[in-house]
């Protein structure tokens, strides 16, 4: 059975060999003058012919699969017979139910169902589609009058089922969370998916492994993986749509990733995230596995500014149960518009402090931090590049600031935390 390529190659080379035939059977029969006058003609007819064949062969192989697919009777009872606790699940919905055992079949054959770009991009969408749906529709009101169903027998069962069909089941503290999307169709994927679109399906995978757990930042694998791929789909893909799918879940992976410091406690040092927060719950991280970055992803260019981050990395002291004054280097600052009543103080301008700090991070600056304090009752978010309780490790950090950039202005502000009002507050 010869392959596309080789019809078109076949198509070719009859066309080079009887071209000479055709030239001297001219010759024979008209004067060298009219053959002058037939040849563009004759060579126009052979090149004619050359791409209609070459177009009846790209049409039939677009049609194929399509041919194939609709000869593939899919069995209605797949989803009962090869997937018994998710069947179960969507006993009461059976227009779902129907999707899902059309879906599961086509993953279960994909070898026949999936022969072209155009099929492998319309199943993962009908999985995300689908997803959306079983999460709002049915896992969730499950896991409300069933909270400990992950950690069941059947729920095993299901959930190794889910996976099977290219969804993650994240839980924390043995209840279900959300479900988020895994690896599916490798083969597949490999074979027929242009570049951008494998990194989007790795970020997403990435994704849903981050932010689990009843400590959502102890285990920082997720959140690595989405730094990795969301910078090579933004740096190489910047005009793909599913780099801007993925740029505000990239932005927040790799804040996680480099807003860090240390509460040095009696016997040992903890590692918080998140601005100037003091909570070991939910803000505990793990300084070893930032400072691994660089050895996993060594090709990134935020490599070596987790090292720099992971080595020297801000710090506060905590006294009988709160923080004590830090000192902060702080390049710019921002202010909350008050103005209009409902409008959430916190998200009015930390997302813009955080893309401020993001332009630091991607010209090579190790900024580790956009906190929030107040300036009387005003609410300030600052750009930091990092703080500490002993005034002289800030003086360094400075002139290490200044040395990275000379042309950075930077001060060092006072900051207090005020025990009655639970926020910090310049002083």
């Known amino acids: 059975m010869f392959t596309h390529r080789a019809k078109i190659t076949c198509t070719v080379l009859r066309t080079t060999l009887f071209l000479p035939k055709i030239i001297f059977n001219c010759l024979n029969f008209v004067t060298m003058n009219r053959f002058l006058t037939l040849f563009p003609m004759l060579l126009l007819l052979v090149v004619a012919a050359f791409f209609t064949s070459c177009n009846q062969q790209v049409d039939n192989n677009e049609t194929g699969a399509a041919n194939r697919e609709a000869n593939i009777q899919r069995n209605p009872d797949f989803l009962k017979e090869n997937y018994p606790q998710l069947f179960k699940l969507l006993a009461n919905k059976p227009d779902l139910g129907k999707q899902f055992n059309d879906f599961a079949f086509d993953v279960a054959n994909a ?23 079983l999460a709002n529709e049915v896992i969730a009101p499950f896991s409300n009058d069933n909270y400990d169903w992950v950690m069941t027998p059947d729920g095993e069962k299901l959930t190794k089922e889910i996976a099977s069909l290219g969804y993650h089941v994240a839980t924390a503290e043995g209840m279900y969370a959300y479900i988020g999307t895994a690896p599916i169709l490798e083969k597949q994927v490999a074979q027929y998916a242009p570049e951008p679109f494998k990194l989007f399906l790795a970020f997403n995978d990435a994704k849903a492994q981050a932010w689990q757990s009843e400590y959502p930042f102890l285990d920082l694998t997720g959140e690595k993986k989405m730094v990795a791929t969301g910078e090579q789909l933004l740096t190489k893909y910047p005009d793909s749509p599913y780099a801007q799918q993925i740029a505000d879940d990239f932005a927040e992976a790799l804040n996680q990733l480099t807003d860090i410091h240390a509460l040095p406690g009696q016997f040992d040092v903890s590692f918080l995230n998140s601005g100037l927060s003091t909570d070991f719950y939910p803000f505990a991280t793990d300084i070893v596995q930032i400072r691994d970055f660089s050895k996993e992803y060594p090709q990134s260019k935020y490599a070596k500014i987790l090292d720099r981050i992971g080595q020297n990395f801000s710090e ?30 916190f998200t009015s301008c930390m997302p813009q402090a955080q893309k401020i700090k993001r332009i630091f991070l991607d010209r090579g600056i ?42 950075i202005t930077a001060t060092i502000q006072k900051l207090g935390f005020n025990k009655t009002r639970y926020i910090w507050e310049e002083l």
Not at 117 to 133: G, K, V
Not at 323 to 331: D, G, K, L, N, S
């Open 111 to 133: 070898n026949e169902m999936i022969t072209s770009q155009t099929q492998l991009l319309a199943i993962f969408t009908l999985r995300d589609t689908l997803l959306s749906q």
């Open 316 to 345: 506060m002291v905590v006294k009988d149960d709160f923080a004590q004054p830090v000192y902060a280097v702080i390049v710019q600052t921002l202010k909350t518009d008050n103005s209009n009543p409902q409008q959430s103080n």
């Open 366 to 407: 190790d900024m580790a931090h956009a906190i929030l304090y107040y300036q009387g009752e005003e609410e300030v978010c600052a750009i930091a590049y990092r703080f500490f309780t002993d005034n002289k490790k800030a003086q360094k950090a400075l002139q290490d600031l200044q040395a990275l950039d000379p042309k």
